[in-house]
């Protein structure tokens, strides 16, 4: 049986294959973006998300590829693609996968990269969550999909002004933010994302589109609530972190302030809400949104290849102390003299 190569993704291997059916995954990095179908390209394209691809390849199967994105700190890597031949069954793509995973983990370890991150959703299948699983990735927690059609009515009844301001977010909301999420995020989400005030900076523009935009609810002079807004070709994603302190803000927010941030009521309206945050979904219950899915989180946590420098041994020639026989004393008389 001939042994398979596992290789980093070139650019002529975008090019094998094309039009051909095959298995494909496709992983959204943040639960917010419309999935593209071809997220590989973006490796060689100037504007693209870094990342890093590998192709396994085979004799009898063909080749496989898998590709991760690295977020902007480069210390956490998400996987957003995995393909493999059609013509194959579960148990072989299962093992060509798990491969791919396993090397990706080590090439993401040896590029600095602490964790490799997933989302799986419901309509994925057992056996793709299996293949995680084998891989050496654990779920740390789970994303709730809530979603509004176009014309649903809404329920929510007119409400009082709140006083709680909706801004766009600014870099010094960092800290701000970071603790909103301490505050409400378990120790074992905490522990699993290994997030900092860093890692909650806006969402930087894109070439093309307008991107994610962000924004911040402040009650009291203090943050307690994160929207994060991304237009999709279909639909309209919106990501909710909220305090319960700011239950009637969020109320507000979601029965009348969306037309403000420029949300057109004609497009399907998709909330993406953590689980640990789901306090929220009786709003949005009431506002006429209904449960759709549920998104898997799962980590694995890489071994980080750290340069350091070595002193130089030189050979030293130490001084050996030798032992040296000694006469044992001859015993004395009472007189104090030798016999």
Same mark, same amino acid.
């Given at each position: 049986?001939?042994?398979?190569?596992?290789?980093?993704?070139?650019?002529? +291997?975008?090019?094998?294959?094309?039009?051909?059916?095959?298995?494909?995954?496709?992983?959204?990095?943040?639960?917010?973006?419309?999935?593209? @179908?071809?997220?590989?390209?973006?490796?060689? /394209?100037?504007?693209?998300?870094?990342?890093?691809? =590998?192709?396994?390849?085979?004799?009898?199967?063909?080749?496989?590829?898998?590709?991760?994105?690295?977020?902007?700190?480069?210390?956490?890597?998400?996987?957003?693609?995995?393909?493999?031949?059609?013509?194959?069954?579960?148990?072989?793509?299962? +093992?060509?996968?798990?491969?791919?995973?396993?090397?990706?983990?080590?090439?993401?370890?040896?590029?600095?990269?602490?964790?490799?991150?997933?989302?799986?959703?419901?309509?994925?299948?057992?056996?793709?969550? +299996?293949?995680?699983?084998?891989?050496? %990735?654990?779920?740390?927690?789970?994303? /709730?999909?809530?979603?509004?059609?176009?014309?649903?009515?809404?329920?929510?009844?007119? =409400?009082?002004?709140?006083?709680?301001?909706?801004?766009?977010?600014?870099?010094?909301?960092?800290?701000?933010?970071?603790?909103?999420?301490?505050? =409400?995020?378990?120790?074992?989400?905490?522990?699993?994302?290994?997030?900092?005030?860093?890692?909650?900076?806006?969402?930087?523009?894109?070439?093309?589109?307008?991107?994610?935009?962000?924004?911040?609810l402040t009650l009291a002079g203090g943050i307690k609530g994160y929207l994060c807004v991304n237009k999709g070709p279909g639909e309209t994603r919106l990501r909710l972190l909220a305090h319960p302190d700011a239950?009637?803000?969020?109320?507000?927010?979601?029965?009348?302030?969306?037309?403000?941030?420029?949300?057109?009521?004609?497009?399907?309206?998709? %909330?993406?809400?953590?689980?640990?945050?789901?306090?929220?979904?009786?709003?949005?219950?009431?506002?006429?949104?209904?449960?759709?899915?549920?998104?898997?989180?799962?980590?694995?946590?890489?071994?980080?290849?750290? @340069?350091?420098?070595?002193?130089?041994?030189?050979?030293?020639?130490?001084?050996?102390?030798?032992?040296?026989?000694?006469?044992?004393?001859?015993?004395?008389?009472?007189?104090?003299?030798?016999?």
């Amino acid at each position: 049986m001939t042994q398979p190569t596992i290789r980093p993704l070139q650019p002529g +291997d975008l090019l094998i294959g094309r039009g051909q059916h095959k298995r494909e995954l496709f992983l959204s990095p943040d639960g917010l973006s419309m999935q593209t @179908r071809s997220p590989t390209w973006t490796t060689f /394209l100037p504007w693209g998300a870094p990342g890093h691809g =590998l192709v396994h390849e085979t004799a009898a199967h063909g080749a496989a590829q898998v590709y991760a994105c690295s977020r902007p700190r480069r210390d956490k890597w998400d996987v957003v693609y995995l393909a493999g031949p059609a013509d194959v069954g579960d148990d072989v793509a299962a +093992d060509i996968w798990q491969s791919l995973l396993e090397r990706l983990c080590q090439e993401a370890g040896r590029r600095g990269a602490l964790r490799v991150f997933a989302r799986l959703a419901e309509r994925d299948s057992a056996a793709v969550m +299996d293949t995680f699983r084998r891989a050496g %990735f654990v779920v740390y927690g789970h994303d /709730l999909l809530w979603q509004r059609e176009p014309g649903a009515p809404d329920s929510l009844l007119p =409400l009082e002004p709140v006083p709680a301001t909706l801004r766009p977010q600014r870099g010094a909301d960092s800290w701000g933010l970071h603790s909103l999420y301490r505050t =409400l995020a378990p120790p074992l989400v905490q522990q699993s994302e290994g997030f900092t005030s860093r890692d909650w900076k806006p969402p930087g523009r894109r070439w093309f589109g307008n991107g994610p935009r962000a924004y911040v609810l402040t009650l009291a002079g203090g943050i307690k609530g994160y929207l994060c807004v991304n237009k999709g070709p279909g639909e309209t994603r919106l990501r909710l972190l909220a305090h319960p302190d700011a239950r009637e803000a969020v109320r507000v927010l979601v029965a009348a302030g969306l037309a403000e941030l420029g949300i057109e009521p004609a497009r399907p309206l998709t %909330f993406l809400v953590p689980e640990y945050g789901s306090w929220v979904t009786g709003i949005l219950e009431q506002a006429g949104f209904r449960h759709v899915g549920t998104q898997s989180l799962l980590v694995k946590h890489t071994v980080a290849w750290v @340069r350091a420098s070595e002193p130089r041994r030189r050979p030293v020639m130490k001084e050996v102390l030798e032992p040296v026989p000694t006469v044992p004393a001859a015993p004395a008389t009472a007189n104090g003299e030798p016999t």
